[in-house]
């Protein structure tokens, strides 16, 4: 089975910064779209930042300009930057990502989720 393995959780101040990372585990072929979501209080499950394979990146309104998402294809690890942080980004963060494990043969896994806390 694979498993996503989040870091870098955790309380910082307003104005502050934070860098989140995912690392996948187990036995797969590759990795096809990597990313972040999260889910606040009382809220749904939004999209955060999305990464491609190829490197192309697609990022919430609300994250843009403040928010970076990386990846190091070598070893599938995906890694969100946070600045700026405002209380509104308060949530827990899950790490997603598309595995495929042969042609036309793909699954969706989640990290279990790191919450991230922003004070005033």
């Known amino acids: 089975q694979v498993q996503l393995v989040e870091s870098g959780g955790g309380l910082v101040q307003a104005g502050g910064s934070l860098t989140l990372c995912c690392a996948p585990?187990?036995?797969?072929?590759?990795?096809?779209?990597m990313g972040w979501y999260r889910q606040a209080p009382g809220k749904e499950r939004e999209l955060v930042a999305t990464?491609?394979?190829?490197?192309?990146?697609n990022y919430a309104d609300t994250v843009q300009g403040r928010f970076t998402i990386s990846r190091e294809n070598a070893k599938n690890t995906v890694c969100l930057q946070m600045n700026s942080l405002k209380p509104e980004d308060t949530a827990v963060y899950y790490c997603?990502?598309?595995?495929?494990?042969?042609?036309?043969?793909?699954?969706?896994?989640w990290g279990k989720g790191t919450l991230v806390t922003v004070s005033s």
């Open positions: 990464i491609t394979l190829g490197a192309r990146r």
């Open positions: 585990s187990g036995r797969f072929v590759s990795i096809n779209d």
């Open positions: 997603y990502s598309n595995v495929q494990f042969l042609i036309n043969a793909a699954m969706d896994y």
